[in-house]
């Protein structure tokens, strides 16, 4: 089953402007994960993000989780149009460590030139 | 090191035939994954091994679908008796449980399509 909604389902925006897509999830986590995947490929990891963390940056990608609200935001600036693919984000709520991730249902960001 | 591999890339068969897909894990990593994709939906986990030991199974892997990773290293997903709901595309993940870095090395997936 999926952990939780991503929102917008699907943004379509301009190279160069900043796409920001949002994830919600249900039970409380050790970590989250945002991933990227093009289309018919499998899923690449991007950043992640702590339970004790509030913001983390990568080059361009800026993650923020808050735990109270069991929500999280990814932050691509200046976007580009290889970036067009279908961003994840996924919990490990593990209490055993193990790894296991739940997936969210994705958002997909086209970037046009 | 070459990453996730996984094999073949696309099955198409007849609702019926059994199937079987193979996973090559990154090789120091002792945890593999095993998760289901349908089009438009986000990865559905199935299963996980930590070394040979099948340790968590999915109430989405039926009585159908076996898993296994004999000596540790490749793993096998096996479907009998396919039915057209199980058209997916299967995803491979490893990971490292030493260097405790929590990400998941995805292969590019095993696309299949029951007719």
């Known amino acids: 089953s999926q952990q939780g909604e991503e929102d917008p389902q699907a943004l379509s925006i301009q190279e160069g402007e900043n796409a920001t897509m949002n994830c919600s999830y249900k039970t409380s986590i050790n970590n989250l994960q945002w991933y990227r995947q093009n289309s018919g490929r499998g899923l690449v990891h991007l950043i992640l993000i702590r339970s004790n963390e509030r913001e983390k940056h990568s080059g361009r990608l800026r993650v923020t989780l808050d735990t109270s609200k069991k929500s999280s935001s990814l932050l691509i600036t200046a976007s580009r149009a290889a970036d067009t693919a279908s961003y994840f984000c996924a919990t490990d709520a593990g209490a055993g460590g193990g790894n296991k991730l739940t997936f969210g249902t994705g958002t997909q960001l086209k970037v046009e030139l | ?115």
């Open chain 2, 1 to 115: 090191d070459t990453g996730v591999s996984q094999d073949p890339r696309h099955k198409i068969t007849k609702r019926g035939q059994n199937v079987t897909f193979r996973c090559d894990p990154i090789s120091e990593h002792n945890r593999l994954y095993w998760y289901r994709q349908t089009l438009g939906q986000g990865p559905e986990f199935l299963t996980y091994f930590q070394n040979e030991a099948q340790l968590e199974k999915s109430r989405l892997l039926s009585d159908r679908f076996s898993a296994e990773r004999p000596k540790g290293s490749f793993s096998t997903l096996e479907i009998q008796r396919t039915e057209q709901g199980d058209s997916a595309m299967y995803l491979c993940a490893s990971s490292s449980r030493i260097r405790r870095t929590g990400e998941l090395f995805f292969g590019e997936g095993s696309r299949l399509t029951v007719l």
